[in-house]
Structures are given as C-alpha cells and as structure tokens.
C-alpha cells in the first residue's frame, strides 16, 4: 500500500511518499529512502515499494516539495522530461556530469529551453545542509508512523541521498543502521560520532565518489564501527537504478540482496532457527 502524506520540518511542510506492507501485522521497522538528485521519481518510488514488500514501513521525503508543491521548473513532468533527455544524450556518466554543469554543452546536445531551465534548478537545489534538516524530521516522521512507533529505523540513500543517509547517521545517534548507494562519504572528522553499521555499495568507475572511500574506510575502522563498503569492479554510478543506460543488473542484484540481509539482521530478531 503507499500514498502520498505530509509531515512538518523547520523548513516547512514536506511531502513525502509513504509505502507499508499490505497487512498490518504489528509494529514494523521503518526505513528511510533518500532520492538521487532527480527527486522522488518513478525509481525511488518503486524502491520504496520494494522495502514495503519486504516488510518495511518506508518513508521517500520529496526533498524538492518543501513548503509547499515543487517549484514549476522541477515538477514531475518537467524532471522525467530532463531524465529522458539526458538519458538519451549520454552513454557514460562522464557525459553526464558534463552536461549536468554546463549550459552550453546542453544546449549543443539539442536540450530545450525547459529541459535546460530545469537542469539549471535541479543542481542549484542539491544543498546537502539544507537537504539535511529536512531528511532528521522525515526520520522523525517515520518513527511516529502508527505502524512504525517503538521500531527501529534504517536509512538508504542513493547518489545524493546516500550523502544523506551518511549525514544523517553522522548526527543521528539513535539511527539503526545506513546504507549508501554511491553517496560520497562524510568528513572523517564526522564519522566517530556514528553510531550504526554502515554498508556502502559504489562502483569502480565513479572516481568522485570512489576516492572519498579509503579515508571512509580508515575513519570507520578507527571508530570501531561496523562496516562494510563493497566495490564492484567495471560499474558505474547509480547501477542500481534500472531508468539510467549504465545499469549494471549483476551488481545491482548483489548490492540489493546484501542490502535486505543486512536490514534483516539490523532491524528485526532472527525468525527462526536453521536446522542441521
């Protein structure tokens, strides 16, 4: 089951979208999904969804429908516009980033006023303290769903939002757990203050990100944190999302399937015994 709710934060009311599991068998663990830069879209929502089915309470908090609906240049429509636009004017995520940064090299590609105008506004809202305010009183929310009140609550995020679920288990100490889709890892500075296992999912060929990972790791290690961030060899960033052309079905398979052992063991007692 899922809809659409709103809850408050000290930027103002935030829309956010919820999916729980078909029945209701008790108090059910939560877990926060936090979008890549193109917001809660058709991928975050069937992320959330997923969770649901694998009997989670999640919570996808639209980071851009804060304090009223989103912004025209970034509705819905005019966002999938600019994913199909830019999905069929890359191959690479180095085209990507380009294209991401500059005008005129969208432009060059055949972009529309419109899909460049919303561009423009996607990367100018990616204001990760502002964003951060907002993900603690999603957590919140999440925590005071009906179905979710007393359990614990995990946070993955993906690009953008995986940034987020780092920050928010940086500051967060009651947090039960983070997972981080290709995020780019927190100060080192930050991270003794973690309180939760982490796990990180990132591919090979995603420099940015990648290169924050050894300080990440040694920082983890040094905290005494349980951890783990895998690695996966020839992929690129976001292979887990199904809409990009640099899906990668293998990792995304492992990565997603780690991620779900990992909740499992994290959120809930085991469910039973295994027999010899």
């Known amino acids: 089951m899922s809809d659409w709710i709103e809850f408050d934060s000290p930027h103002g009311v935030v829309s956010g979208y919820l999916a729980t599991p078909r029945r209701d068998a008790g108090p059910t663990p939560g877990v926060l999904v936090l979008q890549e ?6 991928h975050i929502t069937e992320v959330a969804d997923r969770f649901a089915s694998a009997g989670y309470v999640a919570l996808a908090p639209d980071l851009y429908a804060v304090g009223g609906p989103r912004a025209a240049a970034i509705s819905p429509s005019r966002v999938e516009e600019a994913e199909e636009f830019l999905n069929g004017a890359t191959g690479q995520f180095g085209a990507l980033l380009s294209l991401l940064v500059s005008s005129r090299r969208r432009q060059q590609a055949g972009a529309s006023a419109e899909v460049d105008e919303t561009v423009e506004v996607l990367v100018a809202t990616a204001n990760l303290t502002r964003h951060g305010v907002v ?18 609550v995990a946070a993955v995020g993906f690009c953008m939002g995986g940034a987020l679920a780092a920050g928010l288990a940086c500051d967060e100490p009651a947090l039960a757990a983070a997972v981080i889709y ?81 909740l499992a063991n994290t959120l809930t007692p085991p469910p039973s015994t295994v027999l010899s």
């Open 182 to 262: 290709y995020g780019n890892s927190p100060a080192p500075e930050r991270v003794a203050s973690i309180r939760c296992p982490v796990r990180g999912f990132d591919g090979s060929d995603d420099p940015k990100v990648v290169e924050g990972l050894p300080d990440f790791e040694a920082a983890l290690t040094e905290a005494g944190i349980d951890h783990e961030l895998r690695v996966y060899p020839g992929t690129l960033h976001a292979f887990a999302n199904d809409t990009r052309p640099w899906y990668s079905p293998g990792p995304a398979r492992d990565a997603w399937s780690r991620t779900l052992a990992f």
């Open 135 to 152: 993900v603690h009183a999603a957590y919140e929310a999440l925590r005071a769903q009906p179905r979710c009140a007393g359990m614990p």
């Open 37 to 42: 830069l193109w917001g809660v879209d058709t």
